[in-house]
Each structure stands twice: as C-alpha cells, then as structure tokens.
C-alpha cells in the first residue's frame, strides 16, 4: 500500500527557510493530489496547502506569502518550502494524499508520521 | 486558524455511546462534505469517516457520521479503551480561494 515518508531539517533558525520532502511509496505519485498539514505542540492541525502532480498549487491564504510547494514525479516526491519562519512555525509538519479531484470530496486518505521542525537560534 | 467549532472534551465508560459535534457555517460544511480524523497519542491523523458517513476499509462500524445544513457529528457507540484519541473534523471552505479547515478537536477520554 501507499506509503509517505516526511524528511528534512529538525531545526531552523529565526528568519531562515523551513525545507522538507515528502516521498511516496508503494504507488504513484501521479494523478494525485498532495498535501502539507502541521500541529504545533499541544494544538490542532492546520492545512498548509495541496499540489498536483501536475504541479498546480492552492495555498492557505495565512501562509500564501512564505509558502511554496513543489513536485518531482521522476523522484515520486513533493515538497514545501516555508520561509522568514519564526518561533509559531514550531510544529510537526505531515503530509498527505488527497484522493478527490474537487474541494466538495476533498480529504485525505494517506498521511506520514510526520516530522518535528523547531525553529531557534 | 481553526473556524470549525468542536466541544473540548468528551468521555464515556466502555460501552457508553458519545458524539462529537462540529460547527461550521455555510461556505464549508453547508456547502461541502465532512470528513473526521482520529489522532491516537504520538501518532498521525488517521482517516476515520469521508463524504460526511462513508467508512475506509478497516474502521471499525460503532464509527458513524452525519451532516445536517452547517453541522455534523461524529458518533461512536460501544465506545473501546482504544478509541481514547484526540478527533478532528474538517471540510473544504469556499471562501477566498478556497481552503481546507479543521476543528477544533476533542479529546475522549474512555473512563
């Protein structure tokens, strides 16, 4: 069955830029969506943003303006970059298969353990 | 920024039947379908109800979903030791250019 393994940096800097992959396994990554989702310590999830295989991308307008995310098909991974982090960008940060074509249906089917990012000095 | 409104906490006894609501408005659940996640301690998300009733393989059937205008609820009967987990809805809103949102969450606890 699909798998997904998160991967990255544990820890960033104040004002640095937060880069983490996401490879699949067990399936492919094309004609899917994909998501990032993060939990800050102790509190409830929030939706980062979605990609296509294709590439075409929707963001949570709170985080528009630092938020990019990417795919390679030729790796069977996606991955987010988020940048000028601070202190609240602390969180576990999962990613996610979207197995909906429409925001009407759209869940997710298939999620990472997730990875712990800190940002400190 | 979590804008569907779930109870804090709720508990039961084995055996005991408890439902969770989740509050939304009509540009998410009104208009969109609703999906729950169950979050055991230290783990990811799990997929526990899609399309506001429909089970994935695999969960258990005292697992049921509903929707009606802006709310939905997520009932568990014959409530388990192992159903002790933290529970998130969540729908697709259609406001700005569209987002997915989250609950709040609620803890239940198996007394």
């Known amino acids: 069955q699909v798998q997904l393994q998160e991967s990255g940096q544990g820890l960033v800097k104040p004002s640095g830029t937060l880069s983490l992959s996401c490879t699949v396994s067990?399936?492919?990554?094309?004609?899917?969506?994909w998501s990032w989702i993060r939990q800050p310590p102790g509190k409830g999830l929030e939706w980062i943003g979605f990609?296509?295989?294709?590439?075409?991308?929707n963001y949570n307008p709170s985080l528009k303006s630092r938020v990019t995310i990417s795919v390679d098909t030729s790796k069977n991974q996606f991955s987010l970059k988020l940048s000028s982090v601070t202190a609240t960008d602390t969180a576990v940060y999962y990613c996610a298969r979207v197995p909906s074509t429409t925001g009407y249906y759209f869940h997710m089917d298939v999620w990472g353990k997730g990875t712990t990012v800190t940002v400190s000095s | 920024q979590s804008v569907l409104t779930q109870p804090p906490s709720a508990s039961g006894t084995p055996g005991q039947r408890v439902t969770i609501s989740c509050s939304g408005s009509r540009s998410n659940i009104g208009s969109n379908t609703v999906t729950w996640y169950q979050q055991l301690p230290g783990t990811a998300p799990k997929l526990l109800i899609y399309?506001?009733?429909q089970r994935p393989s695999g969960v258990p059937d005292r697992f049921s979903g509903s929707k009606s205008g802006t709310s939905a609820s997520l009932a568990i009967s014959g409530l388990q030791s192992e159903d002790e987990a933290d529970y998130f809805c969540?729908?697709?809103?259609?406001?700005?250019?569209?987002?997915?949102?989250f609950g709040t969450g609620t803890k239940v606890t198996v007394l």
């Open positions: 969540a729908a697709w809103d259609d406001s700005l250019n569209g987002l997915y949102v």
């Open positions: 067990g399936g492919s990554i094309s004609g899917y969506y």
């Open positions: 990609i296509y295989y294709s590439g075409s991308t």
């Open positions: 399309t506001n009733d």
